[in-house]
Antibody, heavy 120, light 107 residues
Framework: QVTLKESGPGMLQPSKTLSLTCSFS??????????VSWIRQPSGKSLEWLAA???????YYNPSLKSRLTVSKDTSNTQVFLKITSVDIADTATYYC????????????WGQGVMVTVSS | DIQMTQSPASLSASLGETVTIECRAS??????LAWYQQKPGKSPQLLIY???SLHTGVPSRFSGSGSGTQYSLKINSLQSEDVASYFC?????????FGSGTKLEIK
């Protein structure tokens, strides 16, 4: 059974660094083709893809945010991390991690999402 | 970046009706198109992939069609449990991009 779960600070102040963790089970990120992405959704708005890391350690970023994003994974291939530097109010959103089984494939499993509020 | 233009933004229909949601890509995405359903407070769920393939467990009243830059999602015999927001997404190329969403309500 594939599951993903996001965790994060809940709330943080502007200009700080947001650190998110995606913990998953039921698959391994070391499996050829596997990709885990981060996607966010401000309340009442659409979805924005942020970054992805694949089974081979290759990383992909949304160019609009690339300078602020860092995606990584742990050596056991059961967790993926995302850091966003210099957050501001516009980064307030629900953050999801999701899996794809190949680079050119949709998201077949999503986490429940974690709400992050940026506020002073 | 490939822009995804989705319409309509909202839709109200009666139970049993058929509804169609459209998505247009800014360039050819060669059927690299998925549709997701998102119910309030929940994460998106995959409905359709490769433009017209039904994901496992999705009711057959959902169908997808299209090619090139134009795609659509059709829901036949609308049910109360279909009340949700629907999003298209292209996965032909990075950065992955989503449509703006369609909120479906029952009249």
């Amino acid at each position: 059974q594939v599951t993903l779960k996001e965790s994060g600070p809940g709330m943080l102040q502007p200009s700080k660094t947001l650190s998110l963790t995606c913990s998953f089970s039921g698959f391994s990120l070391s499996t050829s083709g596997m990709v885990v992405s981060w996607i966010r959704q401000p309340s009442g708005k659409s979805l924005e893809w942020l970054a992805a890391i694949d089974w081979d350690g290759d990383k992909y970023y949304n160019p609009s945010l690339k300078s602020r994003l860092t995606v990584s994974k742990d050596t056991s291939n059961t967790q993926v991390f995302l850091k966003i530097t210099s957050v501001d109010i516009a980064d307030t959103a629900t953050y999801y991690c999701a899996r794809t089984i190949a680079a050119i494939f949709p998201f077949d499993y999503w986490g429940q999402g974690v709400m992050v509020t940026v506020s002073s | 970046d490939i822009q995804m233009t989705q319409s309509p933004a909202s839709l109200s229909a009666s139970l049993g009706e058929t509804v169609t949601i459209e998505c247009r890509a800014s360039e050819d995405i060669y059927n690299g198109l998925a549709w997701y359903q998102q119910k309030p407070g929940k994460s998106p769920q995959l409905l359709i992939y490769n433009a017209n393939s039904l994901h496992t467990g999705v009711p057959s009243r959902f169908s997808g069609s299209g090619s090139g830059t134009q795609y659509s999602l059709k829901i036949n015999s609308l049910q109360s449990e279909d009340v949700a927001s629907y999003f298209c997404q292209q996965y032909y190329n990075y950065p992955l991009t989503f449509g703006s969403g369609t909120k479906l309500e029952i009249k």
